[in-house]
């Protein structure tokens, strides 16, 4: 009896932080059929978090130095690069699945030098966050580009024309959380103190981008028609900003007299009890490609207010499936936030609607199946 031959994929993930993209490639490790995939992970050595739960999804990974450091990262990156190239031979990599956008710079380079097929997958719309010619560079490599979402697909087509090579592919999602019962009892315990209160919660990390201060100016507005609400912070600060972010929101909300309505829990893993027992999950970021604190929200039947930007737009029907504001308008988030605090009906119906919309849209036809087939395209195998 012959037995099939398995493809053997080499992801890279150069960040040290552990949030969407990591929890991503996670996800999907942990649902690809090992009897016809043979993976392997290449994580920064200072990923602990990362390492840790690999090791729980047993699979095979190596560690480097990706050199993270400011103004050192590119200027070094060669060293990394033939770090790659050795390991990747080694391995006798077929497919190089580039997690990140500054590992997916250096699969573009190891194609001058390989002949394994290297694919990217594309997290960030190219257009509000260019990386200018470095872009265009892993474009023109790439054997294939997962696209997260039909707007970062877009960004491709609006700067490079027709792209046949960008396919949109969702990441995937588990058709079912196991929630622990003791750990939400302890959540519930310690940060949901006040059964009257409508909880508000941001997930992430606390980072510039995400534009965590429009919540602020939304907050103050809020007060002035209904003060019984907390917002929650979920999340830690940013490997790459330290804590400079954090200071300065902590610093709004003091000098506008608003501590007692916000709280910073830090990192919480893992967050899916802690989502579970919001009221509310608040999206600022303008142009977030398909984020995963949307619709894993929306799929614990949790409702969502999110800009209306990205690909939040696939993800929400305005009033219907969650709520939608214009970015930065913060007497727009406000009136959101005031229309769900108030209308527990529009809170049922939401969750209702956007749990169905968020199970069939990845279903793993859409997600899992599509990649593995695009797997074999690529190697002309199954």
């Not at 006798?92 to 699969?107: A, D, P």
């Not at 201060?213 to 809020?222: Q, T």
Request: charged residues 25%; aromatic residues 12%.
């Amino acid at each position: 009896m012959t037995i099939p031959k398995k493809i053997k994929v080499v992801y890279l993930d150069h960040s040290n932080d552990f949030s969407g993209g990591q929890k991503s490639l996670l996800t999907l490790l942990s649902l690809i059929d090992r009897n016809k995939i043979d993976p392997f992970v290449v994580i920064d050595s200072l990923a602990l978090k990362t390492e840790k739960e690999l090791q729980k999804l047993n699979v095979s990974y190596a560690k480097i130095n990706y050199i993270n450091t400011k103004y050192l990262e590119y200027i070094l990156v060669p060293i990394v690069i033939l770090k790659l190239f050795l390991l990747t031979k080694k391995l006798k990599c077929e497919i190089l699945h580039c997690n990140t956008f500054k590992s997916g710079f250096m699969g573009a380079a190891l194609t001058f030098f390989t002949s394994y097929q290297f694919i990217f997958r594309a997290r960030l719309g190219i257009i509000l966050l260019s990386h200018g010619l470095l872009d265009w560079i892993i474009f023109k490599r790439a054997h294939l580009i997962l696209a997260n979402s039909k707007y970062v697909k877009d960004t491709f087509v609006e700067r490079f024309g027709s792209c046949e090579n960008v396919k949109v592919v969702y990441n995937p999602l588990p058709q079912k959380f196991t929630l622990n019962t003791s750990n939400q009892f302890a959540l519930r315990k310690k940060y949901f103190g006040n059964s009257e209160h409508f909880y508000f919660g941001l997930i992430g990390r606390i980072e510039s981008f995400k534009k965590l201060h429009d919540v602020v100016e939304a907050a103050e507005i809020l007060i002035q028609k209904n003060n019984n609400f907390k917002i929650l912070f979920i999340g830690a600060n940013s490997a790459a900003e330290g804590d400079t972010y954090y200071q300065e929101i902590q610093s709004q909300i003091k000098s506008k007299g608003l501590t007692q309505f916000f709280e910073f829990t830090g990192f919480i893993s893992p967050v899916h009890e802690m989502t579970s027992l919001l009221n509310c999950v608040v999206l600022c970021t303008e142009g977030e490609a398909l984020s995963r604190g949307v619709y894993e929200s929306q799929a614990l039947g949790i409702p969502v207010i999110a800009t209306k930007s990205g690909g939040n737009t696939e993800l929400i029907i305005d009033e219907e499936t969650g709520l939608l504001y214009e970015t930065s308008n913060f007497k727009s988030l406000a009136n959101k936030m005031e229309i769900l605090l108030s209308d527990r009906e529009l809170q049922k119906s939401i969750s209702i609607k956007a749990k169905e919309k968020i199970f069939e849209l990845f279903s793993s036809e859409n997600t899992i199946v599509k990649e593995m087939n695009e797997y074999h395209r690529l190697t002309k195998i199954g």
